[in-house]
């Protein structure tokens, strides 16, 4: 059986689509995850983009030891440099080097001629190689690009040294015969490409990016480029989970499987979305909330007869919580440690006491905690007071008083601790979540804007957990999300408004109150 290699781009192709930035602590908590789900290399960033990416692919290259930890880079010096600077101390470095091969791109955006983008990969993959041993090339647009061509850029790529060719269908425009026969043309044709790995990056702008990268396994790809929740460019990229799972279900089929821990694919789909505050649709295979949610009668009598009916995959194979044994406020720190780790999560006993804390004081006002509610308190453990990578502010208590007279306002009183200080302040609003952002706003003296808002039940029962997500416009237009957790979902909308301006005021680096 062929072992395919994954190569996550979550946190550089994913984390450019709008809406999915994520700042350095974030990153390295999701490179930990990829590393827990058992991706081959995760792809850090594009170092040269700017200072701070720099420093996130720099700080994941120190954060993960199993995983390959690749920088992305033109094909000039300066990015090349750059990006060795970033994964030179990772234990397994990659520097992928990308160059456009389509005639549109090479004449209206590159301006270059087909000898020259030759002499280019030729000149810097060499380069690349002289500095690491592990490089990939990248022909953008390779999918339009004319083949023979495109099989003498890559020719000339492993020639210089790369060790992966990567074949991206950079406008997501290819269809899974088409994809296929180029692997099989080039593979004809690349010299020295029985020694390399070929890899494909589909995006998915007509929805075929699964279909065109699972068919490119078929014609001979040995990688497989791929983002969590399949985040990305405009419509996003093929999507790690419905590979993984398609190859892992229809193994015999493909003839292939990846190295990928499954169980943990839905911690990373929910890590992910909680930190960057873009929900998962309902029906998104694998990772939806009604992915393996049975609703007709028939279907039901079917599964509950014999699974196999109606399920080609188990719930449990992907680490989707059972939410079979359940904690309640009488349960210690042993009962919770261990039932968190049977669901996947090994915390170190600060984290878990973090957990602790809130999983108490919840379990005051829930009855039954299941799997899922100590999920969401796990993934928003970084939002809590009590974790070191809080931010500035912190919630103490709030109070709302509504009246059912459209003529009474609703007031709402907030009280915040900030570096020590308490600030308090009453807003009336047009409800409790509008007078209570308006409240912290004044208290704190600053001028944001919120972008949206959106709250969403944990579990199903009437005391469920409420998450919240916002996402505010700072003044200098740089838009940060902020999520929060509470039984109370005016409290889990005014933490997630906090933890927000939190994220604000740590990039901001001004921690000190208004006088
Ligand atoms: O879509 C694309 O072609 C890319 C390359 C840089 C690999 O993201
Ligand atoms: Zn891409």
């Known amino acids: 059986?062929?072992?395919?290699?994954?190569?996550?781009?979550?946190?550089?192709?994913?984390?450019?689509?709008?809406?999915?930035?994520?700042?350095?602590?974030?990153?390295?908590?999701?490179?930990?995850?990829?590393?827990?789900?058992?991706?081959?290399?995760?792809?850090?960033?594009?170092?040269?983009?700017?200072?701070?990416?720099?420093?996130?692919?720099?700080?994941?290259?120190?954060?993960?030891?199993?995983?390959?930890?690749?920088?992305?880079?033109?094909?000039?010096?300066?990015?090349?440099?750059?990006?060795?600077?970033?994964?030179?101390?990772?234990?397994?470095?990659?520097?992928?080097?990308?160059?456009?091969?389509?005639?549109?791109?090479?004449?209206?955006?590159?301006?270059?001629?087909?000898?020259?983008?030759?002499?280019?990969?030729?000149?810097?993959?060499?380069y690349a190689k002289s500095l690491c041993d592990d490089i990939e090339f990248s022909a953008e647009d390779a999918s339009r690009s004319?083949?023979?061509?495109?099989?003498?850029?890559?020719?000339?790529?492993?020639?210089?040294?790369?060790?992966?060719?990567?074949?991206?269908?950079?406008?997501?425009?290819?269809?899974?015969?088409?994809?296929?026969?180029?692997?099989?043309?080039?593979?004809?044709?690349?010299?020295?490409?029985?020694?390399?790995?070929?890899?494909?990056?589909c995006h998915n702008d007509l929805g075929m990016a699964v279909a065109n990268s699972l068919a490119c396994v078929q014609a001979g790809?040995?990688?497989?480029?791929?983002?969590?929740?399949?985040?990305?460019?405009?419509?996003?990229?093929?999507?790690?989970?419905?590979?993984?799972?398609?190859?892992?279900?229809?193994?015999?089929?493909?003839?292939?499987d990846t190295g990928i821990?499954?169980?943990?694919?839905?911690?990373?789909?929910?890590?992910?979305?909680?930190?960057?505050?873009?929900?998962?649709?309902?029906?998104?295979?694998?990772?939806?909330?009604?992915?393996?949610a049975h609703e007709s009668g028939i279907h039901q009598h079917g599964v509950l007869a014999n699974p196999l009916t109606y399920e080609i995959m188990n719930s449990a194979e992907v680490g989707i919580p059972q939410n079979t044994m359940v904690l309640g406020k009488h349960s210690g720190k042993h009962a919770l440690r261990e039932k968190l780790e049977s669901m996947g999560y090994e915390l170190t006993d600060e984290e878990l006491e973090v957990v602790f804390q809130r999983f108490k004081s919840m379990a005051d006002k829930k009855k039954n905690i299941t799997g899922s509610d100590l999920e969401s308190l796990v993934l928003h453990r970084r939002n809590t007071s009590m974790s070191t990578q809080s931010g500035a502010c912190r919630l103490i208590g709030h109070l709302i008083n509504t009246s059912t007279s459209s003529s009474l306002p609703t007031t709402s009183y907030v009280k915040l601790e900030r570096d020590g200080l308490f600030l308090e302040d009453v807003a009336v609003g047009s409800g409790p979540v509008d007078a209570s952002f308006t409240a912290i706003n004044r208290m704190l003296g600053i001028n944001i804007r919120l972008e949206s808002f959106s709250l969403n039940a944990v579990t199903d029962d009437k005391d469920a957990i409420g998450e919240a997500i916002v996402k505010v416009k700072a003044p200098n237009g740089e838009t940060y999300t902020g999520t929060g957790l509470s039984t109370d979902i005016i409290e889990s909308s005014i933490r997630a408004y906090v933890n927000g301006i939190n994220k604000m005021l740590e990039d901001a680096g001004q921690t000190e109150p208004k006088e």
């Open 146 to 201: 004319e083949p023979a061509f495109l099989a003498q850029c890559f020719s000339n790529a492993v020639a210089a040294g790369a060790k992966t060719l990567n074949v991206p269908d950079t406008v997501g425009y290819s269809t899974p015969q088409e994809m296929g026969a180029l692997i099989t043309y080039l593979r004809e044709h690349v010299e020295g490409i029985e020694n390399v790995d070929i890899s494909t990056h």
């Open 261 to 292: 821990n499954t169980k943990q694919i839905y911690r990373s789909s929910k890590l992910l979305s909680s930190i960057t505050g873009v929900a998962i649709a309902p029906s998104k295979a694998i990772v939806g909330a009604n992915a393996f």
């Open 1 to 126: 059986m062929k072992r395919i290699k994954i190569f996550d781009t979550t946190l550089r192709d994913g984390e450019q689509s709008p809406g999915c930035s994520m700042n350095l602590p974030e990153k390295i908590e999701m490179a930990k995850q990829l590393e827990r789900l058992g991706v081959d290399i995760i792809e850090a960033g594009f170092a040269i983009a700017s200072p701070m990416d720099h420093k996130s692919v720099k700080a994941i290259a120190g954060a993960v030891s199993k995983c390959t930890v690749a920088s992305l880079a033109r094909c000039t010096k300066g990015d090349i440099d750059a990006a060795w600077d970033a994964v030179k101390e990772a234990k397994h470095p990659r520097i992928h080097v990308f160059l456009a091969t389509s005639d549109i791109h090479m004449e209206y955006k590159l301006k270059m001629t087909r000898e020259q983008v030759l002499q280019r990969i030729t000149d810097m993959v060499g």
């Open 221 to 256: 790809a040995t990688q497989l480029e791929c983002t969590v929740n399949g985040i990305g460019e405009r419509a996003g990229n093929a999507s790690l989970e419905e590979i993984v799972m398609n190859l892992r279900t229809r193994r015999t089929f493909y003839n292939a």
